[in-house]
């Protein structure tokens, strides 16, 4: 109905202007105070327009993430030019930004996924990891930091992907999908997946799992801190490779996300009735199911595991728009984002840095709590 | 994917109440080799290794109700849900307008037959409206959104079942009998020329029940092809031109009403003795169980 697409339309538009604010002032804080003009001055600055592209004859030579390795020069013009000291823009841009873009993307990818499965399994309690793709991550990437030799064995088809320095991320990554499609096989007989089934193989999984990790945490002797940061989430040290990367696959994904509204609200009236209505439930699941978990896989890999931004964020936004998944994905996906960018700010400002992790539970929780004891509860 | 399988796209859809897919000219003339639109052929279903139905054969015209009647555990609700494909096949055939219903996508099937189910999840915070789109399902494609052709047709479904005035409100805030209008309304925005109804009155009181049964009634003398489930003996002769009466997963009894009604067969599965008079008020047959001493 039209009237669904106004609402999504204006609150989409509201939470993209909110995001936007949330990542312009989140840029300018920090041990540098940077003033929101500077801020947008040096990301304006930094816009590159391709104005030409010549063969050059040296491979390589000059060329962006896209071009490297092509025979291709691109020339690019840089419209604007106002004055921003070089500290600054150096801070703006090689510091700050690839880690609060890489906030909003993992905070995006979180609380879409987050949504998705609280609705495809009608359950409150619902998370992106409930069918063990956080915790298989984490096993990915425990092994990686404990004993790489073991994940090189297991990976070694990916070991010249592995050995350029992105090895945690493809160890945990892999150990996403493979919990995740795991559970699913688990859970699958002649063709059908009871959600019922899935959600008590995902609960038995992550707790085999997380035996599984306790046991590398015992023998990981010197770098027992390293795997405590990673489990607790954090975005420290992000690159610009990685906010590529999370720019290309985030949005792919929740906008498939997007296209299956309609399925899940259908959905949430039960199985039989989406039948009936002419859903091919079994395939929608399958789907839904595996690009949600492609997308936390991806978001847990390059941050850890963030908890509660999948949680906790769904059921804010349904609070105050209601159980429509066609106004619900989008402005849950908008809110997830401005959410761990405030939240990542919030952990990096302080005298000592925190792991981003700790920041959502213990502000998400509370926020949650004032939500609930203020509006009326809808069922999910 | 599916709705590929329809020739005719856009225009189909505002042709849907005349009658879906191959047989657009025999829909028009209304002579004897036009096939039922619903046509259930020897149905086996099983569960847990039990035949819930066991040679099941019936048929639905267009411009017919059909009562299915029978004990509680029957099969009733399993043969439902057969015939509109949320339980799989075991044995015989399904056929819709022709087609044997396993050829058809389950998105080519709601387009033929739609479901008011018994109960449904209503738990959720959706305003009538949405509910009644989501009759619509089988015809908005992925990416695309719900067009005028929709839009008129929940308007209109919405205007039937006399669910217009809480368009806007939460279904979590009706009543009983409003909430099964608003599925009611669901099923006609489908536009589909059969309807499935499964105890469509059951949690209803006589007031609704009758103004539910007359809405089904209005619907089908416009031509849709029925298929109801009712519990209620006298209710179902009220209203039905046909019923079939199913116990232990078999056909017991087929015909008018008073024909099935007054069939040995009635008594023996419901496990009664029954008296069938005249009701005084309606003139429609009516059955009275008797206990033992009677």
Known sequence: MTRVWRRTAGYSAALFALLVAVVTVSAGVG??????????????????????????????????????????????????????????????????????????????????????????????MADPGIIGVSSGAAVGAVSWIVAPASVLAVLGPLRPL????????????????????????????????????LLLA???????????????????????????????????????????????????LTLVLFAYARDLNVLLLGETDAVALGVDAERSKRVLLAVSSVLTGAAVA??????????????????????????????????GGSFLVAADTFARSGVAELPVGIVTAAAGAPFFLYLLRTREVYDL | MSEHGDPGGGDDRAAAPDGIGDSDDAADTDDADEP????VRDLVVARGGERVLDGVSLSVDRGELVGLVGPNGAGKTTLIAAVNGTLGIDGGAVELDGTDRRALSQREVARRVATVPQETNTAFEFPVESVVEMGRTAYVSRF???????????????????????ADRSVTTLSGGERQRVLFARALAAETPGLLLDEPTASLDINH?????????????EGKAALAAIHDLNLAARVCDRLVLLAGGEVRAEGTPREVLSD?????????????????????????ALREEE
Request: proline share 6%.
């Open chain 1, 31 to 124: 041990p540098v105070r940077i003033p929101a003009g500077t801020v947008v001055a040096a990301v304006a600055n930094a816009v590159a327009v391709p104005v030409g592209v010549e063969w050059a004859a040296i491979a390589g030579a000059g060329a962006g993430p896209l071009t490297a390795g092509l025979p291709l020069r691109v020339e690019f013009a840089h419209p604007f030019a106002f004055p921003v000291s070089e500290t600054h823009r150096a801070i703006v841009m090689r510091v700050r930004l690839p880690r609060i873009l890489l906030a909003a993307f993992v905070g995006v990818g979180l609380a879409t996924a987050g949504t998705v499965m609280q609705g495809f399994f009608r359950n409150p």
């Open chain 1, 162 to 197: 592995l050995a350029d320095g992105a090895g945690l991320q493809i160890a945990a990554f892999c150990g996403a999908l493979a919990a995740g499609f795991g559970v699913y096989l688990i859970a699958s007989r002649d063709g059908r997946t009871p959600v019922a089934t």
């Open chain 1, 202 to 252: 995902g609960v038995a999984v992550q707790t085999f799992l997380g035996a599984v990790v306790s046991y590398l945490l015992l023998h990981s002797g010197e770098s027992i801190r390293r795997v405590t940061y990673w489990l607790m989430g954090h975005l420290s040290g992000a690159s610009w490779s990685e906010v590529t990367a999370a720019a290309v696959v985030v949005p792919v």
């Open chain 1, 302 to 335: 390059v941050s850890g595991v963030i908890g509660f931004v999948g949680l906790i964020v769904p059921h804010g936004v349904r609070l105050l728009v209601g159980p429509d998944h066609r106004v619900l994905l989008p402005t849950s996906a908008l809110a």
């Open chain 2, 36 to 39: 039922p639109l619903i046509a």
């Open chain 2, 144 to 166: 695309g959104t719900t067009t005028e052709a929709d839009r008129e047709a929940i308007r209109r479904a919405m205007e039937r079942a006399e669910v217009l005035e809480f």
């Open chain 2, 209 to 221: 029940q009758i103004r539910t049964l007359e809405l089904v009634r209005a619907v089908v003398d």
């Open chain 2, 264 to 288: 040995d067969a009635l008594a023996e599965a419901f496990g009664v003795r029954a008296a069938v008079n005249d009701d005084p008020a309606v003139g429609s047959p009516m059955v009275t």
